[in-house]
């Protein structure tokens, strides 16, 4: 890790990429508030889970449920296990970043999937720390406000399943799923994870399947022994 | 219900993020634990998939949602940016449920 400051040239060129970057993960925030709304979310409600619990997968899971018919609380627990790769992310970036106190405290909330890209291959603390917060920054700015314009857009159209919005949170899953479909085994883990889920569907409360699912992960980490490519 | 559910979701994915930056690096340097958390995102958004698009209640059904499921697989193929991706599906669903 070397301390070394940036040079203007890279700094700008870091500051570009991070923005491009915020600019259109920013965008899917449309998406989010149409289908949270879809879903029987409140605006209030579909505004307040952008704001808060700022990471997109958990988010669409929490209102996947829902719309699904389960309970709201097996969204939420959906929801964190999702959020669990986050922390995977703040193990890899905390030596990297290595801010403390409130800096640290402000920092874990824009920790998602884009700020960790965006930092995490870069060579010097600098550059890491600013490929982070403003990948970080643009991303929250733009997702809350794309978020309430769909949320608002989504309320005046009156039934989801007219314009198909219902056939979108599945779509929405399948783009989030698709860069990890790349290795061998996450292929077969993800059949796996949808069988179960489906087999346990006639019998489970709603919820319940796609939890169960995660017990395929479970079960995959620890039986493999390599990695393989 | 729902608020609940919002508020627990906030604290816990907040925890999470604020966890992993605080937790001592040698907890991800066991390899069980890091594959288990790389293949969970795997596993979820997977079943996620299937429930959504293929169930309704309690019941198996195959409609306008797989339809729109394909086009997904086709555009993200494509390398079709997400926004294509997520409102392509609905707007084959759509259009489906409209003819059929």
């Given at each position: 890790?070397?301390?070394?400051?940036?040079e203007?040239r890279?700094?700008?060129?870091?500051?570009?990429?991070?923005?491009?970057?915020?600019?259109?993960?920013?965008?899917?925030g449309?998406?989010?508030?149409?289908?949270?709304?879809?879903?029987?979310?409140?605006?209030?409600?579909?505004?307040?889970?952008?704001?808060?619990?700022?990471?997109?997968?958990?988010?669409?899971?929490?209102?996947?449920?829902?719309?699904?018919?389960?309970?709201?609380?097996?969204?939420?627990?959906?929801?964190?296990?999702?959020?669990?790769?986050?922390?995977?992310?703040?193990?890899?970036?905390?030596?990297?970043?290595?801010?403390?106190?409130?800096?640290?405290?402000?920092?874990?909330?824009?920790?998602?999937?884009?700020?960790?890209?965006?930092s995490?291959?870069?060579?010097?603390?600098?550059?890491?720390?600013?490929?982070?917060?403003?990948?970080?920054?643009?991303?929250?700015?733009?997702?809350?406000?794309?978020?309430?314009?769909?949320?608002v857009?989504?309320?005046?159209?009156?039934?989801?399943?007219?314009?198909?919005?219902?056939?979108?949170?599945?779509?929405?899953?399948?783009?989030?799923?698709?860069?990890?479909?790349?290795?061998?085994?996450?292929?077969?883990?993800?059949?796996?994870?949808?069988?179960?889920?489906?087999?346990?569907?006639?019998?489970?409360?709603?919820?319940?399947?796609?939890?169960?699912?995660?017990?395929?992960?479970?079960?995959?980490?620890v039986?493999?022994?390599?990695?393989?490519? | 219900m729902?608020?609940?559910?919002v508020?627990?979701?906030?604290?816990?994915?907040?925890l999470?993020?604020?966890?992993?930056?605080?937790?001592?690096?040698?907890?991800?340097?066991?390899?069980?634990?890091?594959?288990?958390?790389?293949?969970?995102?795997?596993?979820?958004?997977?079943?996620?998939?299937?429930?959504?698009?293929?169930?309704?209640?309690?019941?198996?059904?195959?409609?306008?949602?797989?339809?729109?499921?394909?086009?997904?697989?086709?555009?993200?193929?494509l390398?079709?940016?997400?926004?294509?991706?997520?409102?392509?599906?609905?707007?084959v669903?759509?259009?489906?449920?409209?003819?059929?």
């Amino acid at each position: 890790m070397s301390d070394a400051p940036l040079e203007p040239r890279a700094r700008s060129a870091i500051i570009r990429d991070s923005l491009g970057v915020g600019v259109a993960t920013g965008a899917y925030g449309v998406s989010f508030g149409a289908i949270s709304v879809a879903s029987g979310l409140s605006v209030a409600q579909t505004c307040a889970l952008s704001l808060l619990v700022f990471t997109g997968a958990s988010q669409f899971a929490l209102v996947g449920v829902v719309a699904a018919g389960g309970a709201p609380i097996s969204g939420a627990l959906t929801a964190l296990l999702l959020g669990t790769r986050n922390t995977l992310y703040g193990l890899r970036l905390a030596p990297l970043l290595a801010w403390r106190g409130v800096r640290r405290v402000l920092a874990a909330h824009v920790l998602i999937d884009e700020s960790t890209a965006m930092s995490v291959t870069r060579e010097t603390r600098d550059a890491a720390r600013l490929g982070f917060l403003v990948t970080g920054v643009s991303v929250f700015v733009l997702w809350n406000v794309a978020t309430f314009a769909g949320a608002v857009a989504g309320n005046e159209l009156g039934d989801p399943r007219r314009y198909g919005l219902d056939a979108a949170v599945g779509a929405a899953f399948l783009a989030l799923l698709w860069p990890r479909l790349h290795r061998r085994r996450n292929r077969l883990v993800a059949v796996a994870a949808a069988a179960v889920a489906l087999g346990i569907v006639p019998m489970a409360p709603a919820g319940v399947p796609v939890l169960a699912a995660a017990g395929v992960a479970l079960v995959a980490g620890v039986l493999t022994r390599e990695r393989d490519a | 219900m729902m608020w609940t559910a919002v508020i627990v979701a906030a604290v816990g994915c907040y925890l999470l993020k604020l966890g992993g930056l605080s937790v001592p690096p040698w907890v991800l340097e066991r390899p069980v634990v890091e594959r288990v958390a790389d293949l969970i995102p795997v596993a979820l958004l997977s079943a996620l998939v299937a429930v959504q698009v293929f169930t309704r209640g309690h019941e198996i059904v195959v409609d306008a949602r797989a339809l729109g499921l394909g086009v997904a697989v086709v555009l993200l193929l494509l390398r079709a940016p997400f926004l294509v991706v997520v409102f392509g599906a609905a707007l084959v669903a759509a259009v489906a449920r409209l003819l059929l």
